[in-house]
């Protein structure tokens, strides 16, 4: 990794900034596919399966038995381990439910909020080379949580793994489509897939194109999307080889993968430094690693309070603190996706099985975004009740905003009922 | 109004779609003025004033003293009126704040979920005939609660009771900017306007539609936006006055309020299409009621539950049930933005005081968003630590599932840490 000695405030935002993604060439080919989509439906999915993926698409929808034989083809070991990770998850999204609690604001005037599952959810799954069936526990059991009645499920790859963690969470439809016209799909209904309310799940550059594209028509999507990250925040109490796996979990992804580390230790940055090299030669995706780590930085800083205030500028999807006083400086943390505390606590486990969710803001959207959670599948619904008692308490308040805003029918509103009760 | 007799299901979607709006044209004309604001900063919005509203803009940013001197425009009854709105928004929103809880997911394996104020955030609230002051407290408070630490208010009116609103609520700059160019103020900040990560508030089209471009860039925004609308569902029980006088409280908007009465007495609605051309006749604002109801529909249906299946389709921002059972039917309301229940609960009530926010989900978005709330405000960063007696419970499931993912340096931060521990 290049080390950055004691960089001055100016060149922060340059060394912090990520790369810029051209979205205009992108839409341009996406829109079609939408179109396509939108106006020819299954027959569009067909025709877009052969040009884009050479696959002859006969059967759109996955069938219960090829859902249902999923499980024989994964080994006893993965299942038990998919199903601690499940256990996790779901213990920890669960806690997120928040019950009704009524509040009387004025005698009289009640007001509470009420939780109700988005009727209708879309998941994505990637194809490619890692079938990503943790996303689907990550997406499926806090929908699963929130009560949404339809969860539709959209994937390129059949790998069994997917498909069993689909049935684990109660998916109720899935179905083999990749790409931006899975996002379509979905979005607006074909004859085979549900039209959904919301639709979550990574994607190359084509599917998230598609999701900013269908939300400004108005369907919902979990957060934008941008190259995974993680940031390290290091001391000498940290162990160098563990420092060095993690940033290499998150260089395994690609490329464009972000991998930044700070530390106020020259030492442990070069002992990090000599470790990485090791360690990444035994890694099957080293080339992929390689090339996310040349890009990658370690900033060497004078204190504590920069690196904190460094850390919350580049607001990390994935913060790691393996320094000593880990949980104090985790509470100065205002921006950040998932924050992991001390030398046994690696990423991956948040990526997998600890029960925190893995799906989180990108790209410095953690500044405004927070991660998927039980929230994310829910609409929360306000709800009052005015008593005779309540709207002659609350009636003047009102009739005089509405006065002085001008909204003469929304006094009348109240000054009828309050004529009513004299 | 139009009375509709037992239309069949299979004309409910026409009878409930919201007109279409046209983006496309409107997009060409708000992204010059984006980019003007961008690349030219002040200077950009000083021209800008001068073309659209005919304003020399010495002043782009309020004044302390202007700040301080509003309270002393306001009769004294308006700023008591303000003050109990404030209370009761105030309190009922307090209590949306989740202390963080922490979860033990595995023995050694402990998750938790922090809430942080976005840092700064930016309010817009627009000028025109009614000064929405009730606005700038509707989200103003929730970023005070949040604990937001830059409060940006953009704002073309300079009405004393929006800036005694403003200062009520701690808003921290206050800017004399209207339309399309407040927002891309807040969006890319300018030589006065700091630049913010996420922005609230109502606005015409050209606002609205700067408000789905930004968001397309990464800075997050409230929800999408359209004409607002309410729907009533009133039974024998209902007081036919208060129907009409809430049916015009949500005319008086303007011509494209959306405004839907359901029954399943035909009686009731005879009796309020009688006293809503009375009632109307007598409105400061009648013509724009008159067009907004002649566009209007009130549906005779069967029965209940044909009621509650059409109101979830619809998914109306605001939900008046003045029906005799109420609080039930209202348990059986999925889609919504805010309910109001009974005779004596208008939503103008909601509009201003009784504490719930009027910032709601319009145009069927009730289906996947809900209504603005401290979660709002805040991001929910996850936490998580793991003892090493954690590590060696929930490594193995993360071994597992990372090599099933063939994520080998996934994998390996976890194995590098289980082996140290042998």
Redesign the interface.
């Known amino acids: 990794m290049n080390i950055i000695p004691f960089p001055g405030k100016d060149q922060w935002p340059a060394l912090l900034a990520r790369p810029v993604q051209e979205?205009q060439d992108i839409e341009a080919k996406v829109n079609p596919i939408l179109e396509k989509v939108r106006n020819e439906g299954d027959q569009g999915i067909r025709e877009l399966a052969l040009k884009f993926d050479k696959t002859v698409l006969d059967n759109i929808a996955f069938t219960e038995a090829e859902l249902a034989g999923a499980a024989d083809q994964l080994d006893e070991?993965?299942k038990?381990?998919?199903g601690?990770?499940y256990?996790?998850i779901y213990?920890?999204h669960e806690?997120?439910l928040?019950p009704a609690?009524k509040?009387e604001?004025?005698p009289g005037?009640t007001?509470w909020?009420?939780s109700?599952?988005?009727?209708k959810v879309g998941i994505y799954i990637p194809g490619g080379?890692?079938?990503?069936?943790?996303t689907v526990l990550m997406l499926g059991i806090p929908a699963k949580i929130a009560g949404c009645k339809e969860v539709v499920l959209c994937t390129p790859s059949d790998h069994p793994?997917i498909l069993y963690a689909a049935q684990l969470v109660g998916v109720t439809k899935a179905f083999r489509i990749g790409g931006a016209q899975a996002i379509a799909a979905m979005a607006y209904g074909t004859e085979s897939v549900p039209k959904v309310?919301?639709i979550f799940g990574p994607g190359n550059q084509y599917v998230t194109t598609a999701k900013?594209l269908i939300?400004?028509e108005?369907?919902?999507i979990d957060m934008?999307a941008g190259p995974s990250e993680v940031a390290v925040y290091a001391d000498d109490t940290a162990?160098p080889?563990?420092v060095a796996?993690?940033l290499?979990?998150q260089?395994?992804?690609g490329p464009d993968s972000q991998v930044l580390l700070v530390s106020t230790s020259k030492k442990l940055l070069s002992s990090v430094n000599l470790t990485l090299s090791s360690?990444m030669d035994?890694?099957?995706?080293r080339d992929l690693?390689a090339q996310s780590i040349a890009n990658s930085k370690a900033i060497l800083l004078e204190n504590e309070q920069d690196a904190i205030e460094l850390l919350n500028q580049y607001a990390a999807e994935h913060l790691i603190l393996s320094v000593e006083n880990?949980?104090e400086v985790?509470?100065k943390?205002?921006?950040?996706?998932?924050?992991?505390?001390?030398?046994?606590?690696?990423?991956?486990?948040?990526?997998?099985?600890?029960?925190?969710?893995h799906t989180l803001?990108t790209?410095?959207?953690?500044?405004?975004?927070?991660?998927v959670?039980v929230?994310s599948f829910?609409?929360?619904?306000?709800?009052?009740?005015?008593?005779?008692e309540?709207?002659g308490n609350?009636?003047?308040?009102?009739e005089?905003?509405?006065e002085?805003?001008?909204?003469?029918?929304?006094?009348?509103?109240?000054s009828?009922?309050l004529k009513?009760l004299l």
């Not at 109700?116 to 009727?119: C, K, R």
């Not at 080379?129 to 943790?134: D, E, K, M, V």
């Open positions: 979205a070991s993965l038990q381990a998919i601690q990770a256990q996790n213990k920890f806690a997120q928040q609690e509040i604001t004025m005037v007001c909020r009420k109700v599952g988005i009727e080379s890692a079938p990503l069936f943790s793994a309310y919301k900013m939300s400004k108005g369907v919902a934008p162990v080889a563990f796996a993690d290499l979990s260089a395994e992804h360690q035994k890694l099957p995706r690693a880990a949980e985790s509470e943390i205002v921006n950040a996706g998932s924050i992991f505390l001390g030398n046994y606590t690696p990423e991956s486990c948040g990526d997998y099985a600890s029960g925190t969710n803001p790209n410095g959207y953690a500044r405004a975004y927070s991660g959670s929230d829910v609409k929360k619904i306000t709800v009052q009740n005015i008593t005779k309540g709207i609350i009636g003047p308040v009102v005089a905003m509405a002085a805003e001008s909204l003469d029918a929304h006094k009348r509103a109240v009828i009922r009513s």
